[in-house]
Nanobody, 124 residues
Framework: QVQLVESGGGLVQPGGSLTLSCTTS????????IGWFRQVPGQEREGVAC?????????YYTNSVKGRFTISKDNAAGTVYLQMNNLKPEDTAIYYCAMARTRCPAPQYEYDTWGQGTQVSVSP
């Protein structure tokens, strides 16, 4: 059974940092792509970053997080991380990780397994 579990969310002040983890199981990690998304209640879900687990060179960031967020992976642990620095109030959202079989970046409909989400709140 394919599973993705996010962790690491919390409350942080503006300018602070958090590292999210997406721990996976039930599939051959290195063959797929992992994406991070976020959603504010009442708004559309937004793609944040993605990475190809087969190599370290294929990744993507949405413009609003470039230079602040870093996506990385640990193939042995089957885990993808999202290091978030210089957090801003507009980064407040529920963050989800998801698995795609196709590519990075990919439209959301190509992600076929999702985690339950972790809340990130950025507030003074």
């Amino acid at each position: 059974q394919v599973q993705l579990v996010e962790s690491g969310g919390g409350l942080v002040q503006p300018g602070g940092s958090l590292t999210l983890s997406c721990t996976t199981s039930g599939f051959t990690f290195r063959l797929y792509y992992i994406g991070w998304f976020r959603q504010v209640p009442g708004q559309e879900r937004e793609g944040v970053a993605c990475i190809a687990n087969s190599d370290g060179d294929t990744y993507y960031y949405t413009n609003s997080v470039k230079g602040r967020f870093t996506i990385s992976k640990d193939n042995a642990a089957g885990t993808v991380y999202l290091q978030m620095n210089n957090l801003k109030p507009e980064d407040t959202a529920i963050y989800y990780c998801a698995m795609a079989r196709t590519r990075c970046p990919a439209p959301q409909y190509e992600y076929d397994t999702w985690g339950q989400g972790t809340q990130v709140s950025v507030s003074p």
